[in-house]
C-alpha cells in the first residue's frame, strides 16, 4: 500500500477496510496486515514488523488492484525478492509504498484480483488471451505462477470483449 494516512483516499488498506471488512459480520470479520506506518520516516520499523509476522503467517487471501501497465502491489517489475516485504519510491508519486514480496504472493491461497476503468481493459485483455509482449508484467505473473484459486473481479469498462461477464475463464 501507498504510505499515507489510513484516511486518505490513496488508501488502499482503508478502501478493503471501508467497502468489504466493516460490512461482514464482527465474527467473520479477516484481519488486514496493518502494521505499517502512515509516516516515512517510521518506514523501517513497519517492515520488520510485517517481516516478523509473514514469516509466521502466510496471507489466506490477497486483494490486489492492477495498473494500466499490469503492476500488482507495487510490484513493477521482476524483483523475486526473498524478503518478505519491501518498501520503495516511485519517482512519479509523491509517496513511498510498501508491498508484500511476490515470493509470499505466489504462496497465498486465494488470489482476488480487482481490475476498474476502460483504460485498464488492454491490459486485462491481452493478459487473458495470453497476447502480452514477452517482457515481465506483474499480474500475468501471478496469475499464471500462482497455484492457488484465482479469481478477477472486473467493472463492464475493463472487461474483455471475449469473456461473458460472470464466466470462469482461470
Known amino acids: 500500500d501507498r504510505v499515507v494516512p489510513l484516511h486518505s483516499s490513496y488508501s488502499n488498506t ?7 471488512v466493516l460490512k461482514l459480520k464482527y465474527d467473520n470479520r479477516p ?18 514488523l510485517i517481516g516478523k509476522y509473514l514469516m509466521k503467517n502466510n496471507p489466506s487471501i490477497a486483494f490486489l488492484g492492477m495498473g494500466v501497465d499490469g503492476h500488482i502491489a507495487g510490484i513493477f517489475n521482476k524483483n523475486l ?9 516511485n519517482k512519479l ?10 515470493n509470499v504472493f505466489l504462496k497465498t491461497k486465494n488470489i482476488i484480483l480487482y481490475v476498474l476503468g476502460k483504460e485498464k481493459k488492454k491490459m486485462l485483455s ?17 496469475l499464471q505462477n500462482n497455484l492457488g484459486k484465482k479469481v478477477i473481479i472486473c467493472d463492464k469498462e ?12 482461470i
Open 14 to 20: 482503508r478502501k478493503i477496510q471501508n467497502e468489504l
Open 31 to 48: 484481519s488486514l496486515i496493518t502494521l505499517f506506518s502512515e509516516k516515512d520516516n517510521e518506514i523501517k520499523n513497519g517492515l520488520s
Open 81 to 89: 525478492s526473498k524478503e518478505f516485504c519491501y518498501d520503495f519510491k
Open 93 to 102: 508519486e509523491p509517496f513511498r509504498r510498501i508491498t508484500i514480496s511476490m
Open 126 to 142: 491481452s493478459i487473458l488471451l495470453k497476447k502480452t509482449p514477452d517482457n515481465f508484467i506483474p499480474a500475468k505473473f501471478l
Open 158 to 169: 475493463a472487461a474483455p470483449n471475449e469473456f461473458s461477464i460472470g464466466e470462469s475463464i
